[in-house]
Structures are given as C-alpha cells and as structure tokens.
C-alpha cells in the first residue's frame, strides 16, 4: 500500500508552510530518520525526517512551493516490495491539490480574480494519520511517528499526556501508554474545517494603489513572517488594554562592573569565554524583578491567572523581514556569563532561521532593546500570552541632580508595556521599582 508523506504540524500553532527543499527525489530510497526536505515557517527553517521506508515514488508537491496545508499530501512512497509506478498512481488521491510553486518574478499589479479551487476527492486512508482531536473538540499534538504507533495500537492519543515541547505526544510516550494499557480509539468523528486565520486589514489594494502614480511602486508580496507579525500585533492591541509605564535607571555602576567582568574573563582557544553586554545585565534585572514581584510573572486566560514558577524572557532579535524572540528559559537561575552565552547562539541561529519553535514560543515576559539603534524611549506592543514587555532606550549622559548638586551620570530610559487585565498600575511601578534597584545595584544580581 502507498505510504503518503504529509506536511507535518511543526508547531503547536503551525497551519501552513512552505516547502523549501526537497532533499531526496523520485526514486531515492529513505528509511526512517532520514532528512528528506526542509519546511520553512513563519519564522524558521527546520528539517523533515522521514517516519517510514520505502522507495520516493512520486514528490506531489514541487521544491518552492508556498502556503502548503498542514496535513497535505507532499509526497507517496512506495513501501518495500511495492510496484513504485503503482504506488505514485496510488497516492494521487490522498489530498487536495497543492498550492501552486511560488513564480520568479512577482504577479502583475492589476488585480485579476483567482479561480475556484476544485473539489478534492475523497481522500484515500492515510498512512499516516491526520492530526487527531480530543472528545473536547481540541486538537492533540503528536509526531507523525506518535500518530501512527497509536493507530496500529488502537489507542485513543487525547488519553496520553506528551512529554515533548508543548504537550506534543511522542513515540516513548504511545509505547509506555502501551504497556500500561491506554483506553482504545474511538471511531473517528466528521470534523469541521478550521476557517482560515484572519490577517491583519489595512485599505485594500486597490484603494492604495489609486492613490499613486502607475509605476511609481512595485508590489512586494507579503511572506510569512510579515503576515504572522501583522496578525499577533492585531490581536495584541485589539485584545489587550495597554498601558505604560516608563522609569530612569543610572548606569555607571553596571557599566563599571561589566567592564571588571569582562576584564577577568578566562580564555580558551585565546579568546575570553564569555563578553558580557548591557543587554545580558538588562535580562538577568527583569528576570530577577519578576522573581522578586511574582505577580506580574503572569499570563491572561478567560478563566484563570497563569501564574509561572520562572521567568522566561524572551529578546526580541531584528532578522531580514522582521524579527523573533529566542527565549532565555529560567533566567532568574542562570548566570550572567550562560545568559550571554545563550543568546550569542540564539542571535546568530535566528538570523540564519535555525530556531526550533520551542525556542522562540512562550516565554513569561520580553525585552525589546532599541538602545543600540540611538533610540531614546519607545513603547513596545505587548505579545501574548505575555503580560509585561520592556522596552530600553539608549544609556547616554545625562546632567542629573544628586545630593542638590547638578552631576553628569549615565542614563537610561525603560519603559514597561503592561496588559492591564492581569498587571495593574501599582503592580507595573512595583515591577519597574525592582528592575531599576537590580540596574543601580549590580552586585545583587551576582548574589
């Protein structure tokens, strides 16, 4: 029987992709755990390994192509022993046809209506299962590899708790649900199709494109990254009632400690293990601040306070057409060095697009550091589930009053976005007030 390759969910809020590269052509043979392309997201590149043997009877879905569905069909295999001609014939009928292979050059700019997609035939049973509900109507998370032990097993995946990133259901996880006697499948149910994610609207095309001069402009089509930022920031301001607060922080005695740090850092292969930057010092502050005010350590659901145990901060890293926020996990425990560290590897994954998606998704709280850039002060938009985003200003000399005398000193201007449904007024000071004694204070953060 053919073996269908689907696109895989790589995340937990994942609904298309675009398929980079095909690694493997028709006619290779792949056993399971081989990479055989790479699927590109919203925000990274990652690689698909195969989960079955077997020849590559036909690639469905060419290299380039955008917007591909989770769960369409992108390639058949044909499995060991199997007539591959059969096989890639076998397969046509699986899913819906792919979206077309993203042209060179870009469409012409006068509007032209699309065609309607035509009806996909009945889909032929899977060899890998489609992603799977539970009886509440929420999707369960699971490797394809996961999915298709638990349907040979005959057991229900919305009875087994995942131990991968998010939740997701993982092989170990079905194979100790088998030993232990998980409740069998229940027969699949008829399950509505999930409409499609709603985009950020401005004026329509050709209200804009009225206004100016033909060929003046030339169209950039939006790509993936720009459309899921155009969509959170929506979501943010529409769904969360912003405000902010904004604090002074000296900093000459950061700067001083930063430069005996770095001074006294061991080398190895004659270069210093670690460099420590202001903006490491900013992520262990807030980090230790929403320790010490644990309740702005929080996130906003309709039903409860999501009061978190760490602080996980993400930092908000400019990329070629946008930016991605790594996330530092637990860095309220880490030292300053390992934060640096850390996000020294991010910085330079996230420009290559080399982040898996549990290191860029969740986080507690962010920092948006425009310091470098000349900025001043700014106010950074809230991204949920967080509760709390610091925006930094530059440090620049300022003339300040200190013991009613006029000094210059170092300064700094933060700014803290708060979600007000969860982080009140008082809450949000308190919060500031702890991040600025951590600032002013810099031998606190190595106790």
Known sequence: MPINITMPALSPTMEEGNLAKWLVKEGDQVKSGDVIAEIETDKATMEVEAVDEGTVAKIVVPAGTEGVKVNALIAVL?????????????????????????????APAAPTAAPAPAAAPAPAQPAVPSVPAAADGKRVFSSPLARRLAKEAGIDLSAIAGSGPYGRVVKKDVEAAVAGGAKPAAAPAEAAAPAPAALAKGMSEDAVLKLFEPGSYE?????????????????SKQTIPHFYVSIDCELD?????????????????????????????????LALALRDVPDANVSWTDSNMVKHKH????????????????????????????ISNEMKDFGKRAKERKLKPEEYQGGTTAVSNMGMMGVKDFAAVVNPPHATILAVGAGQERVIVKNKEMVIANMM???????HRCVDGALGAELLAAFKRYIENPMGMLV
């Open 219 to 235: 169209l950039v089509p939006h790509d993936g990254m720009r459309k899921t930022i155009a969509k959170r920031l929506q979501e």
């Open 253 to 285: 005695a950061l700067l001083a400690l930063r430069a005996q740090l770095n001074a006294a850092a061991p080398e190895k292969d004659g270069k210093p293990v670690y460099k420590l930057s202001v903006n490491d010092m900013v992520i262990k502050a």
């Open 413 to 419: 201007t933060v700014t803290l976005s708060t979600d």
């Open 78 to 106: 044909a499995a060991d022993g199997e007539d591959v001609a059969m096989a890639a014939k076998g397969g046509n009928g699986a899913a819906a046809p792919a979206p077309a292979a993203k042209a060179e050059k870009p």
């Open 311 to 338: 602080a996980d901060v993400g930092v908000a890293v400019s990329i070629p057409g946008g930016l991605i926020t790594p996330i530092i996990r637990q860095a309220e425990l880490k030292s300053l060095s390992a």
